[in-house]
């Protein structure tokens, strides 16, 4: 079993480029989550898909924000235009309605200068 | 959901018992009590959950009182793999669906000693 994979691993990019972090959930799993984290904010909830469509994205910070979940094995989470601010650990999860339990990628560390 | 709140740090000696409290006042009698771990620099790890009995697992010991309104994650014997980030976190299910949705608070930092 794979887990959940992220990539890429690290991103470094100047402020006003789009940035793409992508996400293959573990088979089977029908919901998909994602997290930001940050040492101001800590751990907080995105957005979060089941069976492929979204079901809550109030913690999506703005309008740069977008999520989509095209299949049940991948997602993209997008920012565009980044800025500094966004500079943080983007963690994606997945799970198995029924089964209760958040399995959580190794995350991607975004730099945005 | 309904808040916790958890020491900001402890210290643990290898080998020794960790116990690691959580206090959450105001859960509700449908919100059951969730453990995930963060080691540096990885994505947080389920640990155990429960309701209202004692739960065990390979990994961990979860004790809640009576009135559910604090509990207890123990980790028998710890090991230096064990230093991490542990967050409690209490949670609803929501009948046959459950809305995954985890609110992590600031978490203990456990700092296993040799």
């Known amino acids: 079993d794979a887990g959940v994979i992220q990539s890429p691993r690290h991103e470094v990019t100047e402020m006003g480029q789009e940035v793409t972090l992508r996400c293959k959930p573990i088979?089977?799993?029908?919901?998909l989550f994602w997290y930001r984290q940050t040492m101001m904010r800590g751990l907080e909830l995105l957005i979060y898909?089941?069976?492929?469509?979204?079901?809550?994205d109030s913690g999506m910070p703005e309008d740069r924000f977008s999520a989509k979940m095209p299949n049940a094995s991948f997602s993209t989470l997008k920012i565009q235009p980044s800025e500094p601010r966004d500079s943080a650990v983007y963690f994606c999860?997945?799970?198995?309605?029924?089964?209760?339990?958040?399995?959580f990628g190794p995350g991607t560390r975004l730099l945005v200068l | 959901d309904a808040k916790t709140t958890q020491p900001p740090s402890m210290d643990c000696a290898e080998g020794r018992a960790a116990n690691l409290p959580c206090n959450h006042s105001?859960?509700?009698?449908?919100?059951?009590v969730y453990w995930y771990r963060q080691i540096h620099s990885q994505g947080p790890q389920y640990i155990i959950h429960?309701?209202?009995n004692n739960e065990t697992n390979e990994m961990a010991s979860l004790i809640i009182t009576e009135d559910r309104k604090s509990s207890t994650l123990i980790l028998p014997h710890a090991t230096l793999r064990d230093t991490a980030v542990y967050y409690c976190?209490?949670?609803?299910?929501?009948?046959?669906?459950?809305?995954?949705?985890?609110?992590f608070g600031q978490g203990t930092i456990l700092t296993v000693h040799p």
């Open positions: 999860a997945s799970s198995f309605t029924g089964q209760e339990t958040q399995y």
């Open positions: 088979s089977g799993h029908n919901s």
């Open positions: 898909f089941n069976n492929n469509v979204p079901i809550d």
């Open positions: 105001t859960i509700s009698g449908n919100e059951y």
């Open positions: 429960g309701l209202k």
């Open positions: 976190i209490v949670r609803v299910h929501e009948g046959g669906t459950s809305y995954g949705k985890l609110t």
